[in-house]
């Protein structure tokens, strides 16, 4: 338990003093700080749109604006949450394992009577808890935010709805942490270490989904899942086979529902226990690596 | 220039000898020859729903049918060039970085700097080999493309196809050495070498991703699935007319997408190839008129940023200690 404790704190205090790294928290911090005033604008401009097609008689259908909740100017977050948090998760996992291998202190760590498990737990953990630091401080900006928007304090709908995107959040970034902390526990390289789940990052949130449902790749930038739907011959399929796997889209279907994106119906659990169960695996493949990987060097 | 040409013979030769530079290559053919299929197969079932819509009013008797849909082969290409834009500047960045990191790391940086070379024979040689990579890259991309629309999309090719394919290639090129030329620059720039990659991936990020993704955002016909014009069933002139009163917010719309290098080469290539149907079966001259401020813009970025590699990359900045 002590070798747990230990290793999540030097982990955190790793992640903060690595300068490179807050540089990615701050950015990811003001885009879903931006989210909220870019989706009040654009919604303030679509509903005058909207008057004057309405003034000058073109139309009389209502409009489709008027009963969005208050949660529609965080959706943005969502895309932010698979570009920016997914990217800045990836760079951390990496930094952690890597870190040891790279001053090689890794055998100074394991000369001591440490188990690896509780030792990659550990690192697990601080990287959870640093992300989550993160996730909160996003969420009370995003509250703050939409409050301000809205002229009067979020409800408690909106509020749990809201940490339950945080929680979502957290679980897609940890899957992807442990992704980093995998390939820098066995790349030979910095560069390998780094680019292979990057290059996993961009099939999973790119090559997967268009494979399954023909959505082009900058059309899955759009905070909208791009899940198969039924009537599409070869893609059906297919898109039954991929979806599991598309771990993205299966995170932003969850995070629309629960953020209350009125195109994106159904129940969220489904996605939910998806991104569960490859977080335990993850986990699990992370935390199984033996004693003379954590040990090994580095080609470069 | 011998001593240039020697640095970049030799990055030619670890590229060849690398198993990275295979695999990212690898992949990007892979990811273009996934996209043709899936843009084939999606184009087949329109084809298939537009045949039972006919089949249907045939047997209703009735004889007025909307057109049918229609194959021009270089759309297929669509989600190709979605990729080399996301994915090829990504690992344009990783290559850029990768040729100042393996120099720094083996040592080897300090026993070339003690040689009599130029004060841009490094940097100047490093990003010729790169382009030369690139050049290669593209051009293989380039055949694959062709060769998966011709097989895989069953579409006939014409000469003009080709020479707008080139075109389209030309600017791709452009656009790849633009990525590894600012990646060679703010590595040799940064005492930590992965703070120089990191620095190089925040900016792929807002250049790539974010900017492009507000801009879209912002679009007032992309709020509602479908498009809100469409939904209210407002004609296009009407629509032009509503959105010319909203000319202000539509600006910072423009520049917002505008200020992204990576907006410049979609604008190009997908008006080159006709995916944008603005421009689609139109003629080459019209395209270079329409398009030529993108060009420009295109060209001086790369060249910019070759530019902050050569004076970035000094002995200097080179071989300062970690911090």
């Known amino acids: 338990m002590n070798t747990i404790l230990t290793s999540a704190r030097h982990e955190i205090l790793c992640t903060l003093r690595a300068r490179v790294a807050l540089l990615l928290l701050v950015v990811f911090l003001g885009m879903v700080s931006l989210s909220s005033l870019i989706g009040w604008i654009t919604n303030t401009t679509v509903t005058r749109v909207y008057e004057k097609i309405l003034a000058d008689g073109l139309t009389t259908a209502p409009n489709p604006f008027a009963a969005v909740s208050a949660l529609y100017y965080s959706r943005n977050s969502v895309i932010y949450v698979v570009l920016i948090g997914a990217l800045m998760a990836i760079i951390l996992g990496v930094q952690a394992t890597l870190r040891d291998r790279k001053s090689a202190t890794a055998?100074?760590?394991?000369?001591?009577?440490?188990?690896?498990?509780?030792?990659?737990?550990?690192?697990?953990?601080?990287?959870?808890?640093?992300?989550?630091?993160?996730?909160?401080?996003?969420?009370?900006?995003?509250?703050?935010?939409?409050?301000?928007?809205?002229?009067?304090?979020?409800?408690?709908?909106?509020?749990?709805?809201?940490?339950?995107?945080?929680?979502?959040?957290?679980?897609?970034?940890?899957?992807?942490?442990?992704?980093?902390?995998?390939?820098?526990?066995?790349?030979?390289?910095?560069?390998?270490?780094?680019?292979?789940?990057?290059?996993?990052?961009?099939?999973?949130?790119?090559?997967?989904?268009?494979?399954?449902?023909a959505a082009r790749p900058v059309a899955l930038l759009n905070p909208v899942p791009a899940l198969a739907s039924p009537g599409r011959g070869s893609f059906d399929l297919i898109g039954a086979v991929t979806g599991p796997f598309t771990i993205t889209e299966q995170f932003k279907r969850a995070a629309s529902i629960v953020l209350r994106d009125d195109s994106v119906t159904g129940s969220p659990w489904l996605s939910i226990l998806l991104l569960v169960a490859v977080l335990i695996a993850m986990t699990w493949i992370v935390v199984v690596t033996p004693r003379r990987t954590l040990r090994s060097g580095l080609n470069e | 220039m011998n001593s240039t040409w020697i640095v970049a013979e030799k990055e030619l030769l670890d590229l060849r000898r690398g198993r990275l530079f295979a695999i990212l290559i690898g992949f990007l053919a892979v990811a273009t020859l996934i996209s043709v299929a899936a843009a084939s197969a999606d184009f087949r079932n329109q084809l298939d729903a537009y045949n039972l819509y006919v089949a249907n009013l045939a047997t209703s008797g009735s004889t007025v049918a909307a057109a049918a849909p229609q194959l021009f082969p270089l759309k297929l290409l669509r989600g190709g060039v979605e990729y080399l834009e996301i994915l090829g500047a990504l690992f344009a960045i990783v290559l850029g970085y990768g040729t100042i990191a393996k120099e720094k790391h083996r040592g080897t940086l300090h026993l070339f700097l003690s040689r009599p070379v130029g004060r841009f024979a490094f940097a100047g040689g490093k990003v010729l080999g790169l382009s030369i990579v690139w050049l290669g890259v593209v051009a293989a991309l380039t055949a694959v493309s062709l060769v998966a629309v011709v097989t895989i999309g069953h579409a006939p090719i014409q000469g003009i196809d080709v020479a707008r394919l080139l075109i389209a290639g030309g600017f791709a090129w452009l656009y790849l050495v633009f990525w590894t030329a600012l990646a060679v620059g703010l590595t040799a720039l940064s005492t930590r070498l992965s703070t120089g990659l990191i620095v190089a991936l925040v900016i792929w990020l807002a250049f790539v991703l974010i900017i492009p993704q507000i801009g879209d955002t912002m679009d007032p016909d992309n709020q509602v699935p479908g498009g809100l014009f469409a939904t209210l069933q407002i004609q296009k002139p009407d629509e032009l007319a509503v959105l010319a009163q909203f000319s202000a917010f539509d600006g910072i719309r423009n520049g917002l997408e505008a200020s992204s290098v990576t907006k410049h080469f979609e604008r190009l290539t997908f008006a080159f190839l006709g995916i944008k149907d603005q421009y689609n079966q139109q003629p080459l001259s019209l395209m270079w008129a329409a398009m030529l401020p993108y060009a420009i813009t295109l060209t001086a970025a790369t060249l910019a940023a070759v530019v902050f590699a050569a004076l970035a990359t000094t002995r200097r900045t080179l071989q300062r200690k970690q911090s």
């Open chain 1, 107 to 213: 055998d100074l760590v394991l000369s001591r009577p440490v188990n690896t498990v509780q030792r990659l737990i550990g690192q697990f953990l601080g990287l959870g808890a640093v992300i989550a630091a993160v996730l909160a401080a996003s969420t009370v900006i995003s509250g703050a935010s939409i409050s301000i928007i809205m002229g009067a304090p979020l409800g408690l709908d909106p509020s749990v709805r809201l940490i339950g995107f945080a929680a979502l959040s957290w679980a897609l970034m940890m899957i992807f942490a442990l992704l980093g902390m995998l390939t820098g526990l066995y790349s030979r390289k910095e560069t390998t270490a780094l680019l292979v789940p990057f290059v996993i990052w961009s099939a999973i949130a790119f090559v997967l989904p268009q494979i399954g449902t």
